[in-house]
């Protein structure tokens, strides 16, 4: 049985930062694209980062949070991490880790696998 725990969101103030965890079992961690998603109240769950199946070695980003997250894996820890810096109040939503087959920018449609989702909440 494939999961995928998320850990790390909390109540924080704008310009704080946090790190998100992403904590896999059930699955060859390394042969699974890793991405995050974020879903605000009465909005759509959206695409936030990716990383490439393997060694990691691409990174993808939604325009909203590029230059301030960064998407990293430990393969050894089967964990993917969400460092979120400079965090903005529209930052504010749950935060969801997803696995897929194929690398790039991670379609919702096409997922596999889902966490069951982490509340960040930023406060101006």
């Known amino acids: 049985q494939v999961q995928l725990v998320e850990s790390g969101g909390g109540l924080v103030q704008a310009g704080d930062s946090l790190r998100l965890s992403c904590a896999s079992s059930?699955?060859?961690?390394?042969?699974?694209?890793m991405g995050w998603f974020r879903q605000a109240p009465g909005k759509e769950r959206e695409f936030v980062a990716s990383?490439?199946?393997?060694?990691?070695?691409?990174?993808y980003y939604s325009d909203s949070v590029k230059g301030r997250f960064t998407i990293s894996r430990d393969n050894g820890k089967n964990t993917v991490y969400l460092q979120m810096n400079s965090l903005k109040p529209e930052d504010t939503a749950v935060y969801y880790c997803?696995?897929?087959?194929?690398?790039?920018?991670?379609?919702?449609?096409?997922?596999?696998?889902w966490g069951q989702g982490t509340q960040v909440t930023v406060s101006s």
């Open positions: 997803a696995a897929d087959r194929v690398d790039g920018f991670l379609r919702k449609t096409s997922i596999k696998y």
């Open positions: 059930g699955l060859t961690f390394s042969a699974y694209a």
């Open positions: 990383i490439s199946r393997w060694s990691g070695s691409s990174t």
